[in-house]
T-cell receptor
Framework: DQQVKQNSPSLSVQEGRISILNCDYT??????FLWYKKYPAEGPTFLIS?????DKNEDGRFTVFLNKSAKHLSLHIVPSQPGDSAVYFC?????????FGQGTELSVKP | AAGVIQSPRHLIKEKRETATLKCYPI?????VYWYQQGPGQDPQFLIS???????DKGSIPDRFSAQQFSDYHSELNMSSLELGDSALYFC??????????????FGEGSRLTVL
């Protein structure tokens, strides 16, 4: 049973445009969400997080939006850069562990 | 800055053999997590340790065991290896059990191939 879902396995965006990566979850008890970025042959690296008491968190070009009623969160990257090309994992924190989505591979084309 | 160190980076084993993966957390991090990522899959939580005690357990097979040592490094022991154990194994560390309310710092992973 996939509690965190990223339904788009891939996304292609033009450099300078907005990238929107989506994530849905099923467990309403989740109260903390994180986005990780992963390059090939490297471990995931933390990007940005959001607590369920907020609906938006912004860090530079990255903004995460949380819609608790819809159990949906999204990561916006503006403007997208070729160096942003990677796999992005959405994760929910549950106790001492993270529950990851399947990942979305973002390709930003020059 | 020092990161999470995993060894070996690559490991090839035969079915029914045993493998041991090692993880050295970031200095002063006392919590270690193990994740397994199969081909085309999302990372799956296996097990975590806080202050040398198991703190949580996920989808870790009974053939696998792990421990955290006094220097906070951790080892994941896998016995009776099966083809399905072929995966990328990530170790992550954090300070305290509240790790996921901050962030986990991941190592580069150990790729296990079972032939």
């Amino acid at each position: 049973d996939q509690q965190v879902k990223q339904n788009s396995p891939s996304l292609s965006v033009q450099e300078g445009r907005i990238s929107i990566l989506n994530c849905d979850y099923t467990n309403s008890m989740f109260d903390y969400f994180l986005w990780y970025k992963k390059y090939p042959a490297e471990g995931p690296t933390f990007l940005i997080s959001i607590s369920s008491i907020k609906d938006k968190n912004e860090d530079g070009r990255f903004t995460v939006f949380l819609n608790k009623s819809a159990k949906h969160l999204s990561l916006h990257i503006v403007p997208s850069q070729p160096g942003d090309s990677a796999v992005y994992f959405c994760a929910a924190a549950q106790g001492g562990k993270l529950i990851f989505g399947q990942g979305t591979e973002l390709s930003v084309k020059p | 800055a020092a990161g999470v160190i995993q060894s070996p980076r690559h490991l090839i084993k035969e079915k029914r053999e045993t493998a041991t993966l090692k993880c050295y957390p970031i200095p002063r991090h006392d919590t270690v997590y193990w994740y397994q990522q199969g081909p085309g899959q999302d990372p799956q939580f296996l097990i975590s340790f806080y202050e040398k005690m198991q703190s949580d357990k996920g989808s870790i097979p009974d053939r696998f065991s792990a421990q955290q040592f006094s220097d906070y490094h951790s080892e994941l022991n896998m016995s009776s290896l099966e083809l399905g154990d072929s995966a990328l194994y990530f170790c992550a560390s954090s300070t305290g059990l509240a790790g996921p309310t901050g962030e986990l710092f991941f190592g580069e992973g150990s790729r296990l191939t079972v032939l």
